[in-house]
């Protein structure tokens, strides 16, 4: 057999290995979220292609009839999920603060925030916890419920989702009544307008958001709290969103999108690689002899 010949079957068992190294790093970084969803339900929604799974109600270990999860979020370092209840219509303990079971929904009850309604919440990098009652921006004390008030988001409408990008760091949100996407100061709660984000076509605006949520890679998701549970994707740098499609809850009034979880290659993998590199590296030194 020829050297070239030989440089030329590395290379191809070279670029397979790669190519299976890159499929399994694809699927490891699948976006996964949890949202609560109409009523007291709480579901998880897969992305590509947008899909919706029922895991269960949300029921409190306080004796509590459900509650309608108004905020969610994960702690960092613990990927514990949190979740705040909403107004009182809607929940046995309103305001209240709870850890949730992301296999069934259920929910240990930490403390009570504010008695009314928090209908977002987000977790800082540093591990302080932010919430939103629609009109001002509270931080939370994880461990027991309680806040301090901020500020004023100083809006007209309401604040019902809200996000940390992992990028710069912000807190992101958006006005429930007019779609525009802001961030807020974390010294005041005031909230400073971005713009309107622009469709991709569909005539569908971003009115009515129950839930933000960034990706690791910064990637800003959106879910509209009315309707069909709408899915967006939004690019905040252009404020252009793309419509994913609908989870056909008839609401969403949260959503967190699960941490990151890395997967080893299997051996096989690993090997076929391995392969790929030394018989490289082995075609490459005859040819130089």
């Known amino acids: 057999m020829s050297n070239k010949l030989k440089i030329t079957l590395a290379s191809a068992m070279t670029a397979a290995a790669i190519g299976a190294l890159l499929s399994v790093s694809s699927s490891a970084h699948a976006v996964l979220l949890y949202a609560g969803a109409y009523s007291t339900e709480f579901v998880s929604i897969e992305t590509n292609p947008l899909s919706e799974n ?72 540093d591990g302080r916890l932010y919430g939103s009652d629609q009109d001002n921006l509270l931080l939370i004390d994880p461990t ?45 709660g005031l909230f400073t307008s971005l713009g309107f984000s622009d469709g991709d076509g569909t005539s569908i605006d971003l009115r009515s958001i129950g839930g933000l949520a960034f990706d690791a890679l910064g990637n800003l998701y959106a879910a509209k709290g009315d309707a069909d549970g709408d899915m967006f994707q939004v690019d905040i740098a252009i404020l252009e969103h793309t419509f994913l499609g609908n989870t056909h809850e008839e609401s969403i009034s949260s959503l967190a999108i699960a941490p990151v979880s890395v997967s080893v290659p299997e051996p096989g993998t690993l090997a076929l690689f391995g392969l790929g590199l030394a018989g490289l590296g082995l075609a490459r030194r005859k040819r130089m002899i």
């Open 54 to 125: 029922f895991i269960g109600n949300s029921t409190s270990d306080s004796g509590a009839d459900d509650q309608q999860l108004g905020g969610l979020d994960f702690q960092p370092g613990t990927g514990i999920l949190f979740g705040s209840s909403g107004s009182d219509n809607q929940s046995a303990d309103p305001g209240s603060l709870f850890t949730v079971d992301t296999a069934t929904g259920d929910l240990t009850f930490i403390g009570q925030i504010n008695g009314s309604r928090v209908v977002g919440l987000a977790f800082h990098a």
């Open 144 to 188: 027991d419920g309680d806040f301090t008030t901020v500020g004023s988001f100083g809006l007209d409408g309401k604040v019902a989702a809200m996000a940390f990008s992992p990028i710069d760091g912000l807190l992101y949100a958006a006005d429930y009544d007019t779609g525009e996407l802001g961030t807020v100061s974390l010294v005041d």
